[in-house]
T-cell receptor, first 116, second 114 residues
Framework: GESVGLHLPTLSVQEGDNSIINCAYS??????FIWYKQESGKGPQFIID?????DKRQGQRVTVLLNKTVKHLSLQIAATQPGDSAVYFC???????????????FGTGTRLTIIP | DTEVTQTPKHLVMGMTNKKSLKCEQHMGHRAMYWYKQKAKKPPELMFV???????INESVPSRFSPECPNSSLLNLHLHALQPEDSALYLC?????????????FGSGTQLSVL
């Protein structure tokens, strides 16, 4: 089956360092990707998104890279802070031809821990 | 107002109870979603409403009954649930031109079925 998966389930990073969270997807028809951050006891919070016609997009301290050739997505967080500790999910939307049939499918998630 | 508000935050119910989860947003979003999230797992889509009409039902058992009474409100009616239905239930909304893309999530209702 087609899935969105992550290479690493857990990641620990020293405060102030940069972190990279990776995500592999297998559906070549996916044309929209999004990263969410979920803190304990909260719902997923939007971080950044990217469409398949781009290979890089930057936000505040975050960058998403998309490599369609190898079906790989990454989230880079610069100068990590304690508040960045959370579970990070990538998700994809297939962008079906019939409106109403596509859905946002989440990957397994990576727990990022920032070490003070 | 960029919030999706869910009530209650916590709910404990017996298998014979009837309860409802409520979700409200005032962002003018015309697409609303219910997701179920088990511990340490990603959210899984249950239902999607677009313009107050059910557009996606992910083969959810009939003991879960969604309702969208107006463009700001989304309910999930629960009846005769099983212990395995215990989970975090998340509501989300989006603009229709971001249908199943950039979703805004509430904090969820943590449901325990005894």
């Amino acid at each position: 089956g087609e899935s969105v998966g992550l290479h690493l389930p857990t990641l620990s990073v020293q405060e102030g360092d940069n972190s990279i969270i990776n995500c592999a997807y297998s559906n070549s028809a996916s044309d929209y990707f999004i990263w969410y951050k979920q803190e304990s006891g909260k719902g997923p919070q939007f971080i950044i998104d990217i469409r398949s016609n781009m290979d890089k997009r930057q936000g505040q301290r975050v960058t998403v890279l998309l490599n369609k050739t190898v079906k790989h997505l990454s989230l880079q967080i610069a100068a990590t802070q304690p508040g960045d500790s959370a579970v990070y999910f990538c998700a994809e939307n297939r962008g079906g031809t019939n409106f109403g049939n596509e859905k946002l499918t989440f990957g397994t998630g990576t727990r990022l821990t920032i070490i003070p | 107002d960029t919030e999706v508000t869910q009530t209650p935050k916590h709910l404990v119910m017996g298998m014979t109870n009837k309860k409802s989860l409520k979700c409200e947003q005032h962002m003018g979003h015309r697409a609303m979603y219910w997701y179920k999230q088990k511990a340490k797992k990603p959210p899984e889509l249950m239902f999607v409403y677009s313009y107050e009409k059910l557009s996606i039902n992910e083969s959810v058992p009939s003991r879960f009954s969604p309702e969208c009474p107006n463009s700001s409100l989304l309910n999930l009616h629960l009846h005769a649930l099983q212990p395995e239905d215990s989970a975090l239930y998340l509501c989300a909304s989006s603009q229709v031109d971001s249908y199943n893309e950039k979703l805004f999530f509430g904090s969820g209702t943590q449901l325990s079925v005894l």
